[in-house]
């Protein structure tokens, strides 16, 4: 990821517009646009996710989108983008799906690795995402076929491929074989 640095601050609605303009992702990092690059594998990962989520959970008990801006932190000049975000239906104002940017802590939200993600980044998205009250992150691997769901109560747990994640609080009656989220490898 690369950050376009410029004297200013950009704030949110700049944000937007950006994106727009440039057809490029980003997210805004202390004020400043942050270039994100996903490839069409990752968000192939993503879009299989989303898919299950709203298959159970929608229209009813919540919704699961890609890519939308959320600010959800403790500076307005912060926002990211996941890869994937549910929110329970009850927790929208009014418990309408809004237009635009999200600015609440989704219940979950979920990263699916890509080659240029560094350590210190993911470990940077997740510390935020947890301090923001984000009540579940998953990690998504695509090269071990793998989930690690990460807890807003500090627990963890690796899924592997054959694993079922299922009887999560927060996503009642929702079942997930891991692998089922992975297409076959590309060549």
């Not at 727009?20 to 992702?25: A, T, Y």
């Not at 989303?50 to 229209?59: A, G, K, M, V």
């Not at 996941?82 to 979950?108: H, W, Y």
């Not at 891991?178 to 490898?185: H, K, L, T």
Request: charged share 30%; net charge negative.
């Amino acid at each position: 990821m690369s950050i376009l640095t410029s004297s200013t601050q950009f704030t949110p609605e700049e944000v937007s517009r950006a994106c727009e303009r440039d057809g490029k992702l980003y997210e805004l990092i202390e004020g400043e646009l942050k270039e994100k690059h996903v490839g069409f594998w990752e968000l192939f990962i993503a879009a299989r996710i989303i898919e299950r989520l709203n298959s159970h959970f929608y229209p009813h008990e919540g919704a699961a989108v890609g890519e939308v801006m959320v600010y959800c932190f403790d500076r307005a000049n912060h926002g990211r983008k996941p890869d994937v975000v549910f929110v329970r239906k009850n927790r929208f104002p009014g418990s309408q799906i809004p237009d635009g940017d999200i600015r609440l802590a989704p219940d979950l939200v979920v990263e699916v690795l890509s080659p240029g993600n560094s350590g210190i980044e993911l470990e940077d998205k997740l510390d935020e995402y947890l301090a923001a009250g984000v009540a579940m992150v998953w990690i998504v691997n695509p090269d071990r076929r793998t989930i690690r769901v990460y807890r807003g109560d500090g627990t963890t747990k690796l899924f592997q491929p054959q694993d079922v994640i299922e009887n999560e609080p927060l996503l009642p009656n929702f079942r997930l074989v891991v692998d089922e989220v992975f297409p076959e490898a590309p060549k």
